[in-house]
């Protein structure tokens, strides 16, 4: 019996560490995906609010970007929803933070 449940723990765990490693580069492959597609605008409004815009597709109202707006002093994150909005829109805190706060 002992045997037998060594050999099932050994089972659980090599398929556990195929899921793992199978699931992991997907992971980090998205968010290396939205990052390459948030390009920073050339002239920045620091004091507009934040604007989410509005879907460019009107088949696919679910996919949004995590973008930064300045607000106040400090930096929030938002859901951009891809097209227009405003230029209060940054790809990162660090960013929002240098243009606007520095």
Not at 5 to 20: A, R
Not at 24 to 32: D, F, I, K, R
Not at 48 to 54: A, L, P
């Amino acid at each position: 019996m002992a045997k037998l449940t060594n050999t099932f723990l050994l089972i659980c765990l090599i398929f556990s560490v195929m899921l793992m490693l199978t699931c992991l580069p997907h992971s980090v492959e998205s968010v290396t995906h939205s990052n390459q597609h948030c390009k920073e605008l050339n002239q920045f409004n620091c004091y507009s609010g934040k604007n989410e815009g509005y879907y460019c597709n009107s088949k696919d109202q679910t996919t949004t970007q995590i973008r930064w707006y300045y607000d106040k002093g400090t930096c929030h994150k938002f859901n951009y929803k891809g097209c227009n909005g405003n230029r209060n829109r940054f790809c990162s805190k660090e960013s929002c933070l240098n243009r606007c706060y520095g």
